[in-house]
């Protein structure tokens, strides 16, 4: 699975409307409104570098609202639950 976080930038007065239609997408599992230097982040998950194009550059970037998008490509995945799991292997 390919993992892909995208910083998206939005028209202000169209960010729940804009949220909704890339929650909407094939292939976004998770998007979040947020403060800081960007207005929403999507989470898409697919399982071939090819997809990404059709769901980010042929979907999520063309939806009314975006102005730009900023993409970064997970490597690994890391969470506490993982690290726990690995220090209580063969443990009781």
Same mark, same amino acid.
């Given at each position: 699975m390919i993992t892909? *976080? @995208?910083l998206v930038h939005t028209?202000?007065?169209? *960010?729940?409307e804009t949220a909704q239609a890339i929650a909407d997408i094939n292939g976004v599992t998770? @998007?979040?409104?947020?403060?800081?230097?960007?207005?929403l982040i999507a989470v898409v998950k697919v399982h071939e570098h090819e997809e990404l194009a059709d769901v980010i550059a042929g979907g999520l970037s063309?939806?009314?609202g975006v102005l730009r998008t900023?993409?970064? *490509?997970?490597?690994?995945s890391y969470s506490r639950a993982d690290t726990e799991a690995t220090f209580s292997v063969g443990l009781d």
């Open positions: 892909a *976080i @995208v028209e202000a007065d169209r *960010i729940p998770e @998007v979040y409104s947020c403060a800081g230097d960007v207005d063309k939806i009314d900023d993409t970064h *490509i997970a490597f690994r």
